[in-house]
């Protein structure tokens, strides 16, 4: 089945630590996206990447950072810079077209402790 | 830059009864246009876009929409809502350029009684 899928979907840190959440999709989409969500806030953009190698900050890329090695996959890492880590982050892909939707996973709760 | 608001937070429907959600844009150009629905720690599924032609939109699950520029509006609406239409419901405006960067709005939690 094509799709997104996002590992773990459950994850629990100390603060102070580092941590990566995986993303990869299987649609051959060229656009991947993360974002943070937190109650009554919708969805904010962390980070977005159009092509491997390259990528560019949202409105909330501070304390995060990812990498674009290859076309399926757009971890990103949530260092101990980000002051309030704990939401739920979701990655979506797009083909590049603007009037395209995106695609989502199914998310990744993060909670430190 | 664009933004997107959704007036209601919260909304409570009867079950079979009509719904309709509210979102207002601002952007200079035309605009794409997205409804998106959330089930409990689920990822997001698009439920219809609008980038031009018909300014009434038809979706899964019985929903559409109807973009008024005037307004700058694009209302969700269903005509009988079923218990499973109890989510968070988010309209997405796109930018327009190749990024296909949204900006979301802060969503619409929907629930259902019987």
């Known amino acids: 089945d094509g799709g997104i899928t996002q590992s773990p979907k459950y994850l629990f840190r100390k603060e102070g630590q580092n941590v990566t959440l995986s993303c990869e999709q299987n649609l051959n989409h060229d656009a991947m996206y993360w974002y943070r969500q937190d109650p009554g806030q919708g969805l904010r953009l962390i980070y977005y990447s159009q092509i491997v190698n390259d990528f560019q900050k949202g409105d909330i890329a501070e304390g995060y950072s990812v990498s674009r090695e290859k076309k399926e996959s757009f971890p990103l890492t949530v260092t101990s810079a980000q002051k309030n880590p704990t939401a739920f982050y979701l990655c979506a892909s797009s083909p590049l077209a603007a009037t395209n939707e995106q695609f989502f996973g199914p998310g990744t709760r993060l909670t430190v402790l | 830059a664009q933004s997107v608001t959704q007036p209601d937070i919260h909304i409570t429907v009867s079950e079979g009864a009509s719904l309709e959600l509210r979102c207002n844009y601002s952007?200079?150009?035309?605009?794409?246009l997205f409804w998106y629905v959330q089930s409990p720690g689920q990822g997001l599924q698009l439920l219809l876009k609008?980038?031009?032609?018909?300014?009434l939109v038809q979706g899964i699950k019985g929903f559409e929409a109807e973009f008024k520029r005037s307004q700058s509006s694009f209302n969700l609406r269903k005509p009988s809502v079923h218990w499973s239409d109890a989510a968070e419901y988010f309209c997405?405006?796109?930018?327009?350029?190749?990024?296909?960067?949204?900006?979301f709005g802060a969503g619409t939690q929907v629930v259902v009684t019987p």
């Open positions: 609008y980038f031009s032609g018909d300014t």
């Open positions: 997405a405006v796109g930018d327009g350029d190749s990024w296909g960067k949204f900006q």
């Open positions: 952007y200079g150009a035309t605009p794409y």
